[in-house]
């Protein structure tokens, strides 16, 4: 399986997001060959989006001057990656309840029209990457889960959802390990335990679709 791996935590051995997704890739490598295409966003951050680039994205293909087709240029190779991936991780903290600023400027160079979601003739919109299994790995300091203090605070999620969807990402899976930060040790551990958990399953479950498919 080719896939895509994507962190974006600026920590690096103390990072949790980093971690779990090792210990995915680590069972996930366990069930089938992978082959790892590994961006390291706090390495090699995106631009951010100027105002340049804000025209050239949207000025059609055909009309684009060579200045144009350069600033585009490092967004076409990240989006060349992804659409030549077979499966996409994700791995991220949260931060003030949403997704990472490195992350953010990633999906600002990856959402582009024409080439990773089209218009039909019907108009409507087809987003490119719904061959692509994917999963989000994000990391909280707080407890988030349904019943608890900070549920209602989630934009982080949502976020999610919607810019991948909009680009064909039907049905992610998430896993999100909570509270790591703002709770107490034995909290922290059983919140690391269940999301190892449920990597697990998510490992077994890709190995099963990839079995199938065969
Ligand atoms: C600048 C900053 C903002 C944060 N904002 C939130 C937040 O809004 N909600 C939350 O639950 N945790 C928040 N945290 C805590 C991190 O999400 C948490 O420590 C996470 O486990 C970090 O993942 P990492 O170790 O992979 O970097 C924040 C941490 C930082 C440094």
């Not at 895509?4 to 490598?29: I, N, Q, T, W």
């Not at 090699?44 to 087709?69: C, D, G, K, S, W």
């Not at 024409?114 to 409507?124: E, F, L, M, S």
């Not at 909290?187 to 077994?204: F, M, N, P, Q, Y």
Request: glycine share 4%; aromatic share 10%.
């Amino acid at each position: 399986m080719k896939l895509m791996h994507v962190d974006a935590s600026p920590k690096r051995e103390r990072s949790s997001s980093r971690a779990l997704a090792r210990y995915f890739l680590d069972r996930l490598g366990e069930h089938m060959p992978l082959e790892i295409d590994y961006l390291d966003l706090a390495l090699v951050p995106p631009p951010h989006v100027t105002e340049a680039f804000a025209i050239a994205t949207y000025t059609p293909e055909e009309n684009r001057t060579q200045a144009m087709r350069d600033i585009l240029a490092p967004s076409d190779a990240l989006c060349r990656r992804l659409l030549a991936a077979d499966a996409l991780l994700f791995a991220m903290p949260m931060y003030n309840f949403s997704i990472p600023s490195a992350f953010k400027a990633f999906i600002d160079q990856i959402v582009r029209t024409n080439v990773t979601y089209k218009v039909g003739p019907d108009g409507r919109y087809v987003g490119q990457l719904a061959r692509q299994k994917t999963l989000f790995i994000t990391t909280r300091g707080a407890d988030l889960r349904p019943g608890a203090a900070f549920e209602s605070y989630d934009a982080l999620t949502p976020s999610l959802s919607a810019a991948f969807g909009f680009i064909g990402v039907a049905n992610p899976w998430f896993v999100d390990a909570q509270p790591l930060q703002f709770a107490d040790q034995e909290a922290r551990d059983a919140a690391l335990r269940r999301a190892r958990t449920e990597l697990d399953s998510v490992a077994s479950a890709w190995a099963n679709e990839e079995s199938v498919a065969a």
